[in-house]
């Protein structure tokens, strides 16, 4: 009888200890702007929208740690690379601009760092998190562009494009038929003023789902000059869904 209690109480610890802590993700914000030549529509400022993982300490670890490298990655000129907060990271972005304004105050322009963001659980293990940004610290144009990560919940990262789906080769085609029907390129890609390399088409870097649709996003340079901009394909959900993995997407 006390072996048999001892079974039960050993069972119902190791079921406790295996239980996972939910997630809970939010959005953090951060703003600041420069009191240097700050004046409505010319401020240097900086906006980060942010989501913050909670729950799980190694998926939330994971998922946090890409964000913040990430966003380091954009705004992080030479001297801060080493930044562990999105606060310092701010501040030394608005620092910069105030030491070129202080030594070349008849040419300073205001510069800005405008990340927002949305994201989404998009099924029981991928969850989405879709940045639009613009950068600007001088020059004849800013940065905008649109970054995606699609998160494995049950370990914080990063899904391979590969690994989404369970036709890959076969979402590719389609894709490009796609791609080629909604631009009416009938001929070679690149003759319609792209620049795939060497002529063949490819999938873009970030590939998301809206609430009918799944977005092919191609940010300026990706495949077309910039002045061209992003190239935006939207396809039904319902002609990807068969494409997709259920290891992932299953419903």
């Not at 109480?9 to 079921?15: M, T």
């Not at 029907?181 to 002529?199: H, M, R, V, Y």
Request: charged residues 20%.
């Amino acid at each position: 009888m006390i072996k048999y209690l001892l079974f039960i109480c050993l069972s119902v610890g190791f079921v406790s200890c295996k239980k996972e802590i939910p997630l809970q993700i939010t959005t953090k914000t951060y703003d600041l702007k420069s009191d240097l030549d700050c004046t409505a529509g010319n401020c240097t400022y900086v906006h980060f929208e942010i989501p913050f993982v909670s729950g799980n300490e190694a998926v939330s670890k994971s998922m946090n740690n890409r964000f913040f490298k990430f966003v380091q990655s954009i705004v992080a000129l030479q001297n801060d690379k080493k930044t562990s907060s999105y606060d310092t990271l701010a501040l030394n972005f608005i620092h910069n601009y105030n030491e070129v304004y202080r030594t070349y105050p008849d040419h300073a322009v205001a510069w800005e760092a405008n990340f927002k963001v949305n994201h989404k659980e998009i099924s029981a293990k991928v969850y989405q998190v879709v940045f639009d940004y613009y950068m600007f610290t001088g020059g004849a144009h800013g940065l905008q562009a649109t970054t995606v990560f699609l998160f494995d919940l049950s370990t914080g990262d990063i899904i391979p494009t590969k690994d989404l789906f369970i036709n890959f080769e076969g979402f590719k085609h389609f894709a490009e038929t796609e791609f080629k029907k909604q631009l009416n390129i009938s001929g070679s890609l690149n003759d319609a003023g792209f620049t795939f390399e060497k002529n063949q088409f490819k999938l873009p870097e970030n590939f998301y789902e809206t609430t009918n649709e799944w977005i092919l996003h191609y940010n300026p340079y990706e495949i077309a000059p910039y002045v061209q901009g992003s190239t935006i394909i939207k396809l039904p959900k319902q002609q990807v869904e068969r494409f997709l993995n259920p290891i992932y997407f299953k419903n």
